[in-house]
């Protein structure tokens, strides 16, 4: 029997936490997937997921923390957080190379599907799996965790369950309009020297592990990384967002 697992969160486990699981469930060996994304990608990303589960910084204060020392990052660093399991003999690891298999055009989906799981005839539905929030949103949600007695997941889950999709819309238009000299944007260059050293030694240490052969491609992206977000100081000063984040807050409380 084979059990399939599948959790963000695993990407914080150690090997010591895997065996625990292994030895649970009675498996022989566990076949670790480990979806590699581009390092500024993956953190921008893993920062609104951040958001959506409390947290308050904002994306330069999250980038700038991790970006003091990339080379002791887990987030920008994959092979700081993937490189014991090598040595486990207990654990199998597919490292499955994300910017290189969307350059080419392959679904991630199907290459996971019959490349690691060996399974056969299987096709992707089209459409995103899980819909990413408009930046707007994030920003608003942060402003509802900092006001809030209680920033956590469930604040993000009774956003969604009391505001219609329209009303978000209209969410969206709001902080747009009125932090509209907020709007910023923080850029990554392509050239970064320890992007470079970072691809090396996933290259070199992890090489044996990938799922596919991206020969001299560039396993990352090899693009300036450019993201947008709000200052702090445009929404704090929006009395019409300071409104209509009291009034979320007190439906929710209600």
């Given at each position: 029997m084979s059990l399939l697992l599948s959790s963000e969160g695993f990407s914080a486990w150690s090997p010591e936490r895997f065996h625990a699981l292994?030895?649970?469930v009675n498996a022989h060996q566990i076949e670790l997937i480990h979806v590699l994304r581009d390092p500024v990608e993956r953190l921008a990303s893993y920062w609104a997921e951040e958001v959506k589960h409390g947290k308050t910084e904002s994306l330069p204060e999250r980038l700038a923390r991790e970006l003091t020392n990339p080379y002791a990052s887990n987030l920008l660093n994959p092979a700081l957080g993937l490189r014991p399991f090598l040595r486990d003999p207990k654990v199998r690891l597919h490292l499955v190379p994300y910017e290189y298999l969307s350059s080419c055009g392959r679904d991630l989906f199907?290459?996971?599907?019959?490349?690691?799981l060996n399974l056969e005839d299987v096709k992707a539905k089209p459409g995103p799996a899980n819909e990413r929030?408009?930046?707007e949103i994030t920003e608003f949600l942060r402003f509802l965790n900092m006001h809030s007695a209680t920033p956590s997941a469930a604040l993000r889950l009774a956003f969604m369950a009391r505001t219609s999709p329209r009303e978000r819309a209209d969410i969206v238009r709001l902080v747009s309009a009125e932090a509209r000299g907020a709007h910023?944007?923080?850029?990554?260059?392509?050239?970064?020297?320890?992007?470079?050293h970072i691809e090396t030694r996933v290259r070199q240490e992890l090489r044996n592990s990938f799922t596919c052969d991206p020969g001299s491609a560039s396993v990352f992206r090899n693009t300036t990384h450019s993201f947008l977000y709000?200052?702090?100081?445009?929404?704090?000063?929006?009395?019409?967002?300071?409104?209509?984040a009291n009034d979320?807050?007190?439906r929710i409380a209600a």
């Open positions: 292994r030895v649970g199907e290459h996971i599907a019959t490349r690691v929030l408009p930046l910023k944007r923080l850029t990554v260059p392509a050239d970064a020297a320890f992007l470079r709000y200052a702090d100081a445009g929404l704090w000063l929006s009395g019409a967002v300071r409104e209509k979320i807050l007190g």
